[in-house]
């Protein structure tokens, strides 16, 4: 059983940085996609931005790009969401994902983390 479990949410303010961690347990995910997708109140579940299996390979929304970095350690089988310059539109529940396609389409992703409330005041 592959457990996702997210961590580095909160409160902050416009302008100022968080750090969402992803932690698997029960396989490794050194094969697998990782991404980071969200989800705001009455919106549908958007992509944020992945990584392929190596590492050598990110792709970002528009809305975030610039400003978000994605990062994964194999090693400990864990990946990041570094966000800088926190906007108020960024405000929701943000969710980590492993899967094993080269995808942003949330429905392709086999794995999927319980979620973690990033809420950004202006």
């Known amino acids: 059983q592959v457990q996702l479990v997210e961590s580095g949410g909160g409160l902050v303010q416009a302008g100022e940085s968080l750090r969402l961690s992803c932690a698997a347990s029960?396989?490794?995910?050194?094969?697998?996609?990782l991404g980071w997708f969200r989800q705001a109140p009455g919106k549908e579940r958007e992509f944020v931005a992945r990584?392929?299996?190596?590492?050598?390979?990110?792709i970002y929304a528009d809305s975030v790009k610039g400003r978000f970095t994605i990062s994964r350690d194999n090693a400990k089988n864990t990946w990041y969401l570094q966000m800088n310059s926190l906007k108020p539109e960024d405000t929701a529940v943000y969710y980590c994902?492993?899967?094993?396609?080269?995808?942003?389409?949330?429905?392709?992703?086999?794995?999927w983390g319980q979620g973690t409330q990033v809420t950004v005041s202006s």
């Open positions: 994902a492993a899967g094993p396609r080269l995808t942003i389409i949330p429905r392709l992703y086999d794995y």
């Open positions: 990584i392929a299996w190596s590492g050598s390979s990110t």
């Open positions: 029960g396989r490794t995910v050194s094969d697998l996609v």
